[in-house]
C-alpha cells in the first residue's frame, strides 16, 4: 500500500467526518502512531475531544504547511500564513492548542503558545487578568509583597521606554 | 425539569452519568448549557430513541467545549509551553503575580534553565536574593549571566553556589559584574559541572583565585579571564594540565604570562578553538610554534599587540587550516607574513585584522585580498599613505577594507 492516494477519515466529537490525505493527517504524531500498524486503504480515526470546528482548522493548518514544503514555499509567505491563521478569538485560540496538544502536532503547538506568549508579553498583571478573564486570588498583602519583588522589572522597562 | 425524560435505555444512562461525572469540574457552563437547552427544547423532547439521546449528548459537549474555553482551562504543561515562549525567565516573573496557579505553575523547572539579566543591568541586590531564594525553581538552572550587573554585591554572588542549582549550573556569566571577587570567584568551584566561565573584566578576580577553579572544575570548556589582576603562568598551567576540554580560552591583557604557559596550554588542550592571547606582551615566536605543531583545531587566533613574527605566523598559518580570524594589529610582521597569509588561507580565513601593520606593503594587501576568497573583513587601518584606494574597489565583492 503506498501512502500516497492514502486517505485518512477523522472524526470529530460531534461525529462529523472529515476526509484527509495520509500525509496531512500524520502530521500529528498521534495519528501516525495510531496509523503505523494499519494497512487499509481508507482508515476511521475517531478524535473523541475535539469539535468539527476546531478540527477544521487544525486540517486547515496540516494541509496548508503539508502543501507548503512540499512546493517549498518561502519562509516569509509561511510566517505570513501562520500570522493570519492565529487572528482567531481567545476561545478559538485555546481550543486549538487544547486539540494540538492532545493531536500532537509540535509546529501548530508552537505556534499557538507563541502568539499566547505575544499576547501575554509587555502587558502589566492587571492588564492580563483582564484579557483572559482571571480573577486575582491573592490577598491584598501579598499583592503588595510580589509588586514591590517585582519593582525592578518594571523600574527598568520605563527606563527602557525612557531611552527609546 | 424535564431532564429524565431523555434517558431512554441503560446504557444510555450510564453514559449520561459518566459524562456528567466528568463535566462536573467545570459546572457552570455544562448547567448553563443544559438547562438553557431544555428550556428551548423541552417541549418537544418528550420521547427521544438512544441514538438522538448520544446526539444531543454530542451536541451538548460540542457547545460546553466551544464556550468554556479560556486560559484556566489550559493544562498546566500547555502553560508551561506558553511561559517558554516569553523570552526569559524575568518576562516571565513579571507575568506570575497574575493568580496563584500561574505563580505556581510559573515555579516549574523546566522554566528556570537560563536566567539573564541582560537587558536587566540595574537589577538591585535585594531583587537578585530574593530570587535565589526560590529553591525548588533553581534546581534545574543551568546558565546564569549576570554579566554588566553593576549593583550586586559580593556576598550575593558568594549565596549562588550555594543555592540549589549548584548541581545543574553549567555556565556562568560574571563579564563587568560588581559582585565578581578574588572572595565569591573561588566558591564557583563547588559546581560539579561548569562548563563556562565568564570573568571578562573582572579587576577584582586575581590570578590565584582561578586556581581553585582549574583544580576543580574539569569540565571548563570556555574560559574568559580577559583583564583578570595578575594572572600568571602557574595559573595558566594548572588551566591547561586539569581542563583537558578548553575549547575557547580568552587571556588576554595578561602581561606577565610567557611562552611556557602557551607551551604547555598547546601541548595538552588539543581542542582549543578560539585563543586570544591579545596583548600578553611576552608571547614571542615559540608560543606560535607549540600552537602549529598541536592545536589543529583552531578558528580564531588573537594576537593583537604581541612580539610574534613572520617566522612564527608562518608556521601557524601552514598548519592550522581552519583559521577563520586572525587578530594581528600592532604586531612586529612584514611582507612576508601577510604572503604567508595569502598563500595558506585561501579559502577559510575570513576575518583579518593587520592595523598598524606597518611593515606590510600595499602590494601585500592588494595580494590578501585576491587570493582570500573567503575574506569578508579586513583592517588595515592607520597604516601610512596607503594608495590603494582604487585597487580596493576592484575587489568589491563581500570584502570590507578599513585603512
Same mark, same amino acid.
Given at each position: 500500500m503506498t501512502e500516497k492516494g492514502r486517505i485518512v477519515k477523522m472524526v470529530s466529537q460531534d461525529q462529523e467526518e472529515f476526509e484527509v490525505e495520509y500525509g496531512v493527517a500524520t502530521m500529528s504524531t498521534l495519528i501516525a502512531n495510531v496509523l503505523q500498524d494499519v494497512s487499509e486503504e481508507t482508515t476511521t480515526v475517531p478524535i473523541p475531544n475535539v469539535n468539527a470546528q476546531v478540527l477544521a482548522k487544525v486540517i486547515e493548518y496540516c494541509r496548508?504547511?503539508?502543501?507548503?514544503?512540499?512546493?517549498?514555499?518561502?519562509? !516569509?509567505?509561511? !510566517?505570513?500564513?501562520? %500570522? *493570519?491563521?492565529?487572528?482567531? /478569538?481567545?476561545?478559538?485560540? +485555546?481550543?486549538?492548542?487544547?486539540?494540538?496538544? +492532545?493531536? /500532537?502536532?509540535? /509546529?501548530?503547538?508552537?505556534?499557538?503558545?507563541?502568539t499566547v506568549a505575544g499576547m501575554i508579553k509587555d502587558k502589566s498583571v492587571e492588564q492580563i487578568r483582564e484579557l483572559f478573564c482571571i480573577e486575582g486570588d491573592f490577598t491584598e498583602e501579598q499583592e503588595a509583597k510580589m509588586r514591590e519583588e517585582n519593582n525592578w522589572g518594571s523600574e527598568m522597562s520605563q527606563e527602557n521606554n525612557a531611552a527609546q | 425539569m424535564k431532564r429524565e425524560v431523555v434517558i431512554i435505555d441503560a446504557d444510555d444512562e450510564a453514559e449520561i452519568r459518566r459524562r456528567r461525572r466528568s463535566s462536573r469540574k467545570r459546572p457552570r457552563a455544562t448547567t448553563e448549557i443544559a438547562s438553557r437547552l431544555l428550556s428551548t427544547e423541552n417541549s418537544s423532547v418528550q420521547v427521544e430513541t438512544g441514538s438522538s439521546v448520544s446526539n444531543k449528548l454530542a451536541r451538548l459537549e460540542v457547545q460546553r467545549t466551544a464556550e468554556v474555553p479560556s486560559i484556566d482551562d489550559l493544562s498546566d504543561d500547555l502553560l508551561v509551553q506558553i +511561559?517558554? #515562549?516569553?523570552?526569559?525567565?524575568?518576562?516571565?516573573?513579571? =507575568?506570575?503575580? =497574575?493568580?496563584?496557579?500561574?505563580?505556581r505553575v510559573g515555579g516549574d523547572p523546566r522554566l528556570w534553565s537560563t536566567l539573564s539579566f541582560y537587558n536587566y543591568e540595574h537589577v538591585s541586590d535585594a531583587a537578585l536574593r530574593s530570587i535565589l531564594a526560590n529553591g525548588q525553581a533553581l534546581r534545574r538552572l543551568k546558565s546564569l549571566s549576570l554579566a554588566k550587573c553593576h549593583r550586586i554585591s559580593e556576598e550575593t554572588v558568594r549565596l549562588i553556589p550555594k543555592s540549589p542549582c549548584v548541581n545543574s549550573l553549567e555556565s556562568i556569566d560574571l563579564s563587568w559584574c560588581s559582585g565578581?571577587?578574588?572572595?565569591?570567584?573561588?566558591?564557583?568551584?563547588?559546581?560539579?559541572?561548569?562548563? !563556562?566561565?565568564?570573568?571578562?573584566?573582572?579587576?577584582?578576580?586575581?590570578?590565584?583565585?582561578?586556581?581553585?577553579?582549574?583544580?576543580?572544575?574539569?569540565?571548563?570548556?570556555?574560559?574568559?579571564?580577559?583583564c583578570c589582576t595578575n594572572v600568571r603562568d602557574s595559573h595558566i598551567i594548572a588551566f591547561a594540565e586539569h581542563c583537558r576540554n578548553l575549547r575557547y580560552l580568552n587571556i588576554a591583557n595578561?602581561?606577565?604570562?610567557?611562552?611556557?604557559?602557551? &607551551?604547555?596550554?598547546?601541548? #595538552?588542550?588539543?581542542?582549543? !578553538?578560539?585563543? *586570544?592571547?591579545?596583548?600578553?606582551?611576552?608571547?614571542? *615566536? =615559540?608560543?606560535?610554534?607549540?600552537?602549529?605543531?598541536?592545536?589543529?583545531?583552531?578558528?580564531?587566533?588573537?594576537?593583537?599587540?604581541?612580539?610574534?613574527?613572520?617566522?612564527?605566523? &608562518?608556521?601557524?598559518? %601552514?598548519?592550522?587550516?581552519?583559521?577563520?580570524?586572525?587578530?594581528? $594589529?600592532?604586531?612586529?610582521?612584514?611582507? +612576508?607574513?601577510? $604572503?604567508?597569509?595569502?598563500? #595558506?588561507?585561501?579559502?577559510?580565513? %575570513?576575518?583579518?585584522?593587520?592595523?598598524?601593520?606597518?611593515?606590510?606593503? /600595499?602590494?601585500? =594587501?592588494?595580494?590578501?585580498?585576491?587570493?582570500?576568497?573567503?575574506l569578508r573583513s579586513l583592517d588595515v587601518s592607520t597604516l601610512p599613505c596607503r594608495r590603494i584606494g582604487n585597487i580596493v574597489e576592484s575587489f568589491s565583492g563581500q570584502t570590507i577594507v578599513y585603512y
Open positions: 496548508y504547511h503539508y502543501e507548503a514544503k512540499r512546493i517549498d514555499q518561502s519562509e !516569509e509567505d509561511i !510566517e505570513r500564513w501562520n %500570522k *493570519d491563521f492565529m487572528k482567531v /478569538d481567545n476561545k478559538t485560540l +485555546f481550543n486549538i492548542l487544547i486539540a494540538a496538544s +492532545f493531536l /500532537d502536532i509540535a /509546529d501548530l503547538l508552537d505556534l499557538g503558545c507563541k | +511561559f517558554q #515562549h516569553l523570552g526569559g525567565l524575568l518576562e516571565l516573573m513579571r =507575568v506570575l503575580p =497574575v493568580c496563584k496557579r500561574w505563580l565578581a571577587s578574588s572572595r565569591s570567584v573561588p566558591i564557583f568551584s563547588r559546581c560539579p559541572g561548569l562548563k !563556562e566561565v565568564k570573568l571578562s573584566y573582572c579587576w577584582k578576580v586575581h590570578g590565584r583565585a582561578l586556581k581553585c577553579l582549574a583544580l576543580r572544575c574539569p569540565r571548563l570548556e570556555v574560559l574568559d579571564i580577559n595578561a602581561r606577565s604570562v610567557s611562552d611556557r604557559a602557551i &607551551c604547555r596550554l598547546a601541548e #595538552h588542550c588539543k581542542n582549543l !578553538e578560539v585563543l *586570544d592571547l591579545s596583548w600578553c606582551s611576552k608571547i614571542t *615566536d =615559540v608560543s606560535l610554534n607549540a600552537i602549529a605543531a598541536n592545536l589543529p583545531k583552531l578558528r580564531e587566533l588573537r594576537l593583537n599587540e604581541t612580539q610574534v613574527s613572520n617566522l612564527g605566523l &608562518c608556521q601557524v598559518v %601552514k598548519s592550522c587550516k581552519q583559521l577563520e580570524e586572525l587578530h594581528l $594589529a600592532r604586531c612586529p610582521i612584514g611582507v +612576508f607574513a601577510a $604572503a604567508s597569509i595569502a598563500l #595558506h588561507c585561501r579559502t577559510n580565513l %575570513k576575518i583579518l585584522n593587520l592595523a598598524c601593520c606597518e611593515a606590510i606593503p /600595499d602590494r601585500a =594587501v592588494v595580494a590578501i585580498l585576491s587570493c582570500c576568497i573567503s
